[in-house]
């Protein structure tokens, strides 16, 4: 009952930025929900980037992206982003957005219960 919808994706020269976003519906849906982004590359399994507790103030990051991606959310627009800096090639993949029926966030796919379209994110060298 909970549609996630992404924007944002798009091509990026390595060294520059980019900000994903998903918008939440859903009779079902709360802002109280632990959301996160999630990846994936060509050939590879679906990797956690980062999750976000329902009140914000618990974060989680990838030892891959820390210290250049942010993870946030507005509740009252039902609405998280990433915030992308310093991208590198290797960040190239599909990013999925996806909240799960709980406030604690976690860094497990199989522990979200609804998830986004995805967007193509592409960093060029």
């Known amino acids: 009952q909970v549609q996630l919808v992404e924007s944002g994706g798009g091509l990026v020269q390595a060294g520059g930025s980019l900000r994903v976003s998903c918008a939440a519906s859903?009779?079902?849906?709360?802002?109280?929900?632990?959301m996160g982004w999630f990846r994936q590359a060509p050939g590879k399994e679906r990797e956690f980037v980062a999750a976000?507790?329902?009140?914000?103030?618990?974060?989680y990051y990838a030892d891959s992206v820390k210290g250049r991606f942010t993870i946030s959310r507005d509740n009252a627009k039902n609405t998280i982003l990433l915030q992308m800096n310093s991208l590198k090639p290797e960040d190239t993949a599909v990013y999925y957005c996806?909240?799960?029926?709980?406030?604690?966030?976690?860094?497990?796919?199989?522990?979200?219960?609804?998830w986004g379209q995805g967007t193509q994110v592409t960093v060029s060298s």
């Open positions: 976000i507790s329902w009140g914000g103030s618990t974060t």
């Open positions: 996806a909240a799960r029926r709980g406030v604690v966030p976690t860094t497990t796919t199989s522990e979200y219960d609804y």
């Open positions: 859903g009779r079902t849906f709360s802002s109280r929900s632990a």
